[in-house]
Nanobody, 122 residues
Framework: QVQLVESGGGLVQAGGSLRLSCAAS????????MGWFRQAPGKEREFVAA??????????SYADSVKGRFTISRVNYKNTVFLQMNSLKPEDTARYYC?????????????WGQGTQVTVSS
């Protein structure tokens, strides 16, 4: 069983930055693919970013809407994944969720956190 706990959300003005953290339990965290998703009121949950693990380097992917503004990273010995969000826009307002895919492929996220709210004011 994997437990995920997000933190770091809050209220920020447009153009500002936030860093979200996701602390995970589990002995094999380093092999998991980790993802960030978000859901705004009245909208479906959408993919934001993912990071996979490999022997040589971490592989990352991003939604087009956040490319160049958001950065996903991980610190395996701390069982933590981060989402650095810069140049925030009001349309980034949503509840952000951390998710884990134990297969490492970033395709089937079996575990989810409770989310952290991000609100960007204009």
């Amino acid at each position: 069983q994997v437990q995920l706990v997000e933190s770091g959300g809050g209220l920020v003005q447009a153009g500002g930055s936030l860093r979200l953290s996701c602390a995970a339990s589990g002995r094999t965290f380093s092999s998991y693919a980790m993802g960030w998703f978000r859901q705004a009121p009245g909208k479906e949950r959408e993919f934001v970013a993912a990071i996979r693990w490999s022997w040589s380097e971490n592989s990352t992917s991003y939604a087009d809407s956040v490319k160049g503004r958001f950065t996903i990273s991980r610190v395996n010995y701390k069982n933590t994944v981060f989402l650095q969000m810069n140049s925030l826009k009001p349309e980034d307002t949503a509840r952000y969720y951390c998710a884990a895919d134990p297969s490492g492929r970033a395709r089937s996220y079996n575990y989810w956190g409770q989310g952290t709210q991000v609100t960007v004011s204009s």
